[in-house]
């Protein structure tokens, strides 16, 4: 056996994202999911301190089914726009949200978009526990590139990731770990910090999970 036939034979094969949380969504109620929030309050805040109007263009990343967009939808906001790979995770949230008028869900891999890459740009970008999940400089590199593409001028932009304190691996996957400089670096000159903070957030089975949390505008 040649030496390439040996690694091809010794790889691990690639892993379907949407398939993989397709069934995360679909073994459990999101209250148990390792990531579900019972307090949005370190989001919640960031969005108070910015003052957006009702009717801001608003985008969360990998929003599965997250109850921060019901809190959105219940503080009046009127442009909302959920994003996740998993069809199922936003079927969930679309349900639960009574197929409101104000938000628009759309299922697209982040890292090779097809949908996102289309619509008007946003006023404000929030990712909770998704930029970490992309472990390669090629998918890394695809989000920022997005994420810059999409934003107004003065727009905002929240990232919470995993710390250089947290888990290695989430969900079965690995992570890539973050501070506010390497977020900051990934960003680029046209983005300046507003504010960062570091959280502990306590998964449902009580295990610890640090997080940093931080909040840029484009420049």
Request: proline content about 3%; charged content about 25%.
């Amino acid at each position: 056996m040649s030496t390439s036939d040996l690694n091809a034979s010794s790889s691990k094969p690639e892993i379907d994202l949407k398939e993989h949380w397709d069934k995360a969504y679909s073994k459990n109620p999101i209250e148990k999911l390792g990531w579900y929030e019972t307090d949005l309050s370190p989001s919640l805040n960031l969005i108070a301190s910015i003052g957006l109007a009702k009717d801001a263009r608003i985008i969360n990343i990998g929003a599965g089914s997250t109850t921060l967009i019901d809190e959105l939808l219940d503080m009046g906001f009127t442009n909302l726009i959920a994003t996740d790979i998993s069809s199922v995770a936003l079927k969930d949230l679309e349900n639960r949200t009574g197929g409101s008028d104000y938000l628009e869900c759309i299922t697209d891999d982040i890292t090779r978009s097809e949908k996102i890459i289309n619509i008007e740009n946003v006023d404000l970008w929030i990712d909770r526990a998704v930029l970490h999940f992309f472990v390669g400089e090629h998918d890394k590199n695809a989000y920022f590139d997005l994420l810059r593409s999409k934003i107004k001028d003065h727009a905002f932009v929240i990232l919470a990731e995993f710390s250089l304190e947290g888990a290695e691996r989430c969900s079965g996957l690995p992570v890539c770990r973050y501070s506010e400089e390497t977020l900051q670096k990934k960003l680029g000159s046209g983005f300046k910090l507003i504010k960062s903070f570091d959280y502990h957030y306590t998964m449902p089975s009580g295990d610890d999970r640090p997080y940093i949390y931080t909040l840029f505008q484009k420049v």
